[in-house]
């Protein structure tokens, strides 16, 4: 993989949510995918990994958990949960955790924006998820994009 492009870590235990993501994104970003928490903290010990987009479930495993020991990693990434399942409860309590930010699924589209000047002359293309809150993380200068 193309070590000039970011890095997404996307772990879901559904494999038609992790493959069509994983196509959505694997053009502009380098995106590895994981089913679980092991698979999940395997990838994260070996990458530099700019941000984790994980499910809430993960079978029998709790994305919260992911989110807590990515978080505890020398580099950690930018943390967002998705879920099909959301509440506010839900949503505060993974925020209260580290979390970036909470998106609901389906995730109908994701709006990915380059941090080189011809991408940031165009508008962005439009986003399903809440807001482009990446754009303000403290790491953004080591990671180039938003979702």
């Not at 502009?28 to 070996?46: K, Q």
Request: net charge positive; with cysteine.
């Amino acid at each position: 993989m193309d070590s000039m492009q970011p890095t997404i870590l996307i772990v879901d235990d559904e494999k038609h949510t992790r493959d069509g993501l994983r196509r959505l994104l694997e053009n502009e970003y380098d995106v590895y995918v994981a089913a679980d928490i092991a698979g999940a903290i395997d990838v994260l010990e070996r990458e530099q990994i700019d941000l984790l987009l994980t499910d809430l479930r993960l079978g029998n495993e709790d994305g919260m958990t992911l989110i807590d020991r990515a978080l505890k990693m020398p580099h950690p990434p930018i943390c967002i949960m998705m879920t099909a399942y959301g509440s506010v409860d839900i949503a505060v309590e993974a925020m209260k955790r580290g979390a970036y930010d909470f998106v609901t699924k389906p995730l109908r589209r994701y709006c990915a924006k380059s941090s080189t000047p011809s991408a940031k002359s165009r508008p962005p293309r439009p986003m399903y998820c809440s807001r482009a809150k990446a754009a303000r993380a403290k790491n953004w200068r080591r990671m180039p994009f938003t979702i």
